[in-house]
């Protein structure tokens, strides 16, 4: 017997129970956490991060990204290659 008692369970879910019973746990155990309230939404990540892109400018940003993927950078403004050519 494991000092822990999370060790103890997981050791028996695992090797006492079979596949089957294995997910109708995992499926008890998700709506006791409450973790099945449904499916969630994109929309709930509106706003995250917000303050870390404060004052960066987007299409710097970009450009230096793009920029470290190693192939020479192209400016839309200086070709008339179509997006998927450039």
Do not use: C, H
């Not at 019973?21 to 309230?37: P, Y």
Request: no cysteine; charged share 35%.
């Amino acid at each position: 017997m494991s000092a822990n008692p999370y060790d103890d369970i997981f050791d028996r879910a695992r090797t006492e129970l079979n596949p089957q019973e294995q997910l109708r746990l995992i499926e008890e155990l998700s709506k006791v956490a409450g973790m099945k309230n449904g499916p969630r939404s994109i929309a709930e990540l509106r706003g995250l991060g917000k303050k870390l892109w404060q004052g960066v400018d987007a299409d710097e940003y970009v450009r230096k990204e793009r920029d470290s993927w190693g192939r020479e950078p192209t400016s839309r403004k200086q070709s008339n290659a179509m997006p998927d050519e450039l």
